[in-house]
């Protein structure tokens, strides 16, 4: 089974930065795109960023030019690295992936979630 570890998340002013991590764990095959998810209080999940395989990337225009989706895929974790946060930054950020696992099934997992509080 495949499990996803978040860690980072955390109180920080307007204009921080922070760091968040998740590692892939479990027995697969294959990781393939990893996808950070935003969910703010009150509003519907939002695709924040997304990065696969071969590092290409893709982020939300609200976010471009702030934050920036990396990955280690000797260590099957992405990175968030947001700076210039803004109060609507705050949310709980998930990290989300997919691959084949060890029978080659698809497979979809989730982390469980790391709240950033964006707050002077």
């Known amino acids: 089974q495949v499990q996803l570890v978040e860690s980072g998340g955390g109180l920080v002013q307007p204009g921080g930065s922070l760091r968040l991590s998740c590692a892939a764990s479990?027995?697969?095959?294959?990781?393939?795109?990893m996808r950070w998810y935003r969910q703010a209080p009150g509003k519907q999940r939002e695709l924040v960023a997304t990065?696969?395989?071969?590092?290409?990337?893709n982020y939300a225009d609200n976010v471009k030019d702030r934050f920036t989706i990396s990955r280690d895929n000797a260590k099957n974790t992405v990175y968030l690295q947001m700076n210039s946060l803004k109060p609507e930054d705050t949310a709980v950020y998930s990290c989300?992936?997919?691959?084949?696992?060890?029978?080659?099934?698809?497979?979809?997992?989730w982390g469980q979630g790391t709240l950033v509080t964006v707050s002077s």
């Open positions: 990065i696969i395989r071969t590092g290409t990337t």
């Open positions: 479990g027995s697969f095959r294959r990781i393939d795109a």
């Open positions: 989300n992936t997919g691959g084949a696992a060890t029978d080659f099934r698809h497979f979809e997992v």
